[in-house]
């Protein structure tokens, strides 16, 4: 009888389990990462500007300028922070939003507003400009907390071999000629 009750046992190699549980785990990991990339990662979008300047707005209702041979990457949709990537020299007019700060990064410098106009100036090897025309910005290196508050007239100037920022009040108000097409003269050498 208890030759009868014995259950037969068919021992199944541990290499063989593993590839069936495998067959099953990694398509549902493939599947999840998939959904991940293309359905929570936000789109990136570029603008780019070639012997041209342009103007956009973005879609919180930030608008930029591009000056010639400057680029732009951001995402379609912000999330808690706009955050932006650069190229080249940009003049924003940032939209005012308390709840969102806005962070451009250009090279090994970050800009963070919550609602001003001023220019990025990133074309230079050398330096990286910012001249505020309206409100205030934090202009920084990024992972050090060498930073600068810029207010209107000032421009911050990061000096990429001496790695350090400092701030001046330029002695002219040309910066923005790319921009508006207009030079300014007051008390100034005839020959500059």
């Known amino acids: 009888n208890y030759e009868q009750n014995q259950v037969n046992i068919k021992k199944v190699?541990?290499?063989?389990l593993f590839v069936r549980v495998a067959a099953v785990v990694i398509p549902i990991m493939?599947?999840?990462?998939?959904?991940?990339i293309y359905f929570q990662?936000?789109?990136?979008?570029?603008?780019a500007s070639n012997a041209q300047n342009s103007t956009d707005t973005l879609t919180d209702g930030t608008i930029v300028y591009l000056n010639h041979h400057s680029k732009l990457v951001y995402p379609e949709k912000f999330s808690k922070n706009r955050e932006v990537t650069m190229q080249g020299e940009i003049f924003f007019d940032v939209k005012h939003d308390e709840s969102k700060p806005f962070i451009i990064?250009?090279?090994?410098?970050?800009?963070?507003?919550?609602?001003?106009?001023?220019?990025?100036?990133a074309s230079d090897s050398n330096t990286i400009e910012v001249f505020v025309k309206t409100g205030h910005v934090l202009f920084s290196i990024s992972n050090d907390t060498s930073s600068v508050i810029l207010y209107p007239g000032d421009k911050g100037i990061y000096d990429i071999p001496a790695n350090q920022i400092r701030k001046i009040k330029p002695e002219d108000e040309n910066d923005l000629f790319w921009k508006n097409k207009v030079l300014v003269f007051n008390s100034t050498a005839l020959q500059d």
């Not at 190699?13 to 063989?16: L, M, N, S």
């Not at 990662?41 to 603008?47: G, R």
């Not at 990064?105 to 609602?115: E, I, P, Q, R, S």
């Open 41 to 47: 990662s936000p789109k990136m979008l570029t603008l």
């Open 30 to 36: 493939i599947i999840a990462s998939l959904y991940f």
């Open 105 to 121: 990064h250009a090279g090994n410098t970050f800009v963070k507003v919550l609602g001003t106009s001023f220019n990025v100036n």
């Open 13 to 16: 190699p541990v290499y063989k």
